[in-house]
């Protein structure tokens, strides 16, 4: 619950900055200059109470935000079982409602400021210009600010920042922390449903693995037929444990939705995973289709931990790397295999299993 908080605050914040800029920035195009550009071709005087709009301009911006982070973020975790035209559509009706409820605010506040009579009554906004002109301003902007997030959410969050300015042009040597994770009885599964309802039962599972993402502060690697990639930086993977409290907790909510799987595939997916932290490097690649990847030693390592899991018969297996920057309790680990031998590896690892804290 508190990384959820933590995801909405980090949006509003986002969202105050950017809606608060981009509303001063219509104040200043709409009304910087207005005074003298009236003077220079009519011999009328206009006064413009400039302080009082661009305060009204920066109380929209973040009345604006709040709203609009608080609508993001719940059709966020809506908007994964919609389609995405009709969550646009149900966007789109409550933002112009919202629009119209605020201009008419504004009006009604910049009225009291400056003392004079703006046309403001009931259903006003149909034939005002500066009303349309507000609402195109507003979807422009909310496109903008859409279209960025929509590009870090498929760069993972900060990353897309990081490929605008060039950072991984060359290759740049980083801490991750990687899980392999794998639908059990995949090929049994799949034969028995057959592809097309298959599909759907894998999208199912991975929106119920998405649903548990930010809640852990995890980003997804990539997509591999019934296998999902998962990584951290360390310090996020090992803060509360992130990095096996995400395994747990997909567990859980798979385990609730237990019935719907039951009813609609007639299989309840149960999931393994292998965990490796090292260094590796991550470098941006392609023109078409451009993406970021990873290389290194590590990624091979935890998809080999994560194929241990059938041979001893567990859900959850980690490298001695990543235990040792866990905070559990010995009860809650065990001690598989002090020297096995990956397949195309030299080096044996200790490999452990992890166990939820309930689990004696």
Request: proline share 1%; charged share 25%; with cysteine.
């Amino acid at each position: 619950m508190s990384n959820r908080i933590s995801s909405f605050f980090k949006l509003l914040l986002i969202s105050s900055i950017f809606w608060v800029l981009v509303f001063l920035l219509f104040t200043a195009i709409r009304y910087n200059g207005l005074e003298e550009e009236m003077h220079l071709y009519t011999d009328d005087e206009l006064f413009l109470p400039i302080r009082a709009i661009y305060e009204a301009a920066i109380v929209f911006g973040l009345t604006i935000s709040l709203f609009y982070a608080t609508i993001e973020f719940l059709f966020d975790r809506l908007a994964k079982r919609f389609i995405l035209g009709v969550s646009i559509f149900l966007k789109s009706i409550i933002y112009f409602i919202l629009i119209v409820v605020m201009v008419s605010l504004t009006s009604f506040h910049l009225e009291e400021q400056i003392d004079i009579d703006i046309y403001n009554e009931r259903g006003w906004w149909r034939d005002d210009p500066f009303f349309w002109i507000t609402v195109i301003y507003f979807v422009s902007a909310s496109v903008v600010f859409s279209l960025f997030r929509i590009a870090n959410d498929r760069f993972g969050r900060g990353n897309f920042i990081q490929i605008l300015l060039g950072k991984y042009k060359r290759p740049k040597e980083q801490e991750h922390v990687l899980m392999f994770i794998d639908l059990k009885d995949s090929t049994k599964i799949a034969e028995k449903l057959g592809h097309h309802k298959y599909s759907q039962f894998i999208q199912d599972c991975f929106i119920d693995l998405n649903m548990s993402l930010n809640n852990f502060e995890a980003e997804v690697y990539q997509y591999v037929g019934d296998e999902a990639v998962i990584y951290w930086p360390s310090k996020k993977g090992f803060r509360n444990n992130n990095c096996i409290n995400l395994f747990f907790a997909f567990e859980k909510r798979l385990n609730r939705r237990e019935d719907y799987y039951k009813n609609k595939y007639a299989f309840n997916p149960k999931f393994k995973a292998g965990l490796h932290f090292g260094k590796l490097m991550v470098a941006e690649i392609g023109t078409i289709k451009k993406d970021l990847a990873f290389h290194g030693d590590v990624i091979n390592t935890a998809s080999r931990i994560q194929s241990l899991c059938n041979i001893f018969n567990q859900h959850l297996l980690v490298s001695e790397s990543v235990l040792e920057k866990l905070n559990i309790s010995k009860s809650h680990y065990k001690l598989l295999s002090q020297d096995m031998e990956l397949k195309g590896k030299e080096e044996r690892l200790k490999i452990y299993a992890i166990y939820k804290k309930t689990d004696s």
